[in-house]
Antibody
Framework: EVQLLESGGGLVQPGGSLRLSCAASGFIFSNYGMSWVRQAPGKGLEWVSS???????FYADSVKGRFTISRDNSKSTLFLQMNSLRAEDTAVYYC????????WGQGTLVTVSS | EVVMTQSPLSLPVTLGQPASISCRSSQSLVHSDGNTYFNWFQQRPGQSPRRLIY???NRDSGVPDRFSGSGSGTDFTLKISRVEAEDVGVYYCMQGTHWPRTFGQGTKVEIK
């Protein structure tokens, strides 16, 4: 069974940083592209970033230059380094398998507020 | 950026009756490889999203056959043949052909 477990969310001040992690199990992690999708409170879904099996990366314009996606295949873990955080980055961040989001984690809440 | 427009945004339905959600994209979703990377997702209250349909009409594992997807190019439809109580939630369309990936605004399905 595919399992994705996000962690690392929390309360951070504007301009601060957070690093999200997504621990994957139940599949061969290195064989799949992975993505982050976020959902602001009471709002819809917004794609944030994806990383391919070879390490190619893609970002939404809203986070480009501030967020960095990476992966550690030896630990079956996906990361999202978030810098220069803004209030509008407040959301539940979901880890999703592939760039077609065929499986999702339970999400981790990031709150950017002073 | 490809804009995905769903209608309706709210859909009250009667149990056992059919329901239909439309999604239109601002550009063709036919990829250069010939595939159309268009998906439907369901988000039940308090839960993570779940993919229901991929590449327009393919149901994901475990998805009841009362859900069906159709369409081509820029116009797509999700149909529920007979709505059940567990189908309550928000449904999103999403295109995976172009970068950035984009979602529709969501359609809230509720029971009358």
């Amino acid at each position: 069974e595919v399992q994705l477990l996000e962690s690392g969310g929390g309360l951070v001040q504007p301009g601060g940083s957070l690093r999200l992690s997504c621990a994957a199990s139940g599949f061969i992690f290195s064989n799949y592209g992975m993505s982050w999708v976020r959902q602001a409170p009471g709002k819809g879904l917004e794609w944030v970033s994806s990383i391919g099996t070879g390490g190619s990366t893609f970002y939404a314009d809203s986070v480009k230059g501030r967020f960095t996606i990476s992966r550690d295949n030896s630990k079956s873990t996906l990361f999202l380094q978030m810098n220069s955080l803004r209030a509008e980055d407040t959301a539940v961040y979901y880890c999703a398998r592939t760039i077609a989001f065929d499986s999702w984690g339970q999400g981790t809440l990031v709150t950017v507020s002073s | 950026e490809v804009v995905m427009t769903q209608s309706p945004l709210s859909l009250p339905v009667t149990l056992g009756q059919p329901a239909s959600i439309s999604c239109r994209s601002s550009q063709s979703l036919v990829h250069s490889d010939g595939n159309t990377y268009f998906n439907w997702f369901q988000q039940r209250p308090g839960q993570s999203p779940r993919r229901l349909i991929y590449k327009v009409s393919n149901r994901d594992s475990g998805v009841p056959d009362r859900f069906s997807g159709s369409g081509s190019g820029t116009d797509f439809t999700l149909k529920i043949s007979r709505v059940e109580a567990e189908d309550v939630g928000v449904y999103y369309c999403m295109q995976g052909t172009h970068w950035p990936r984009t979602f529709g605004q969501g359609t809230k399905v509720e029971i009358k």
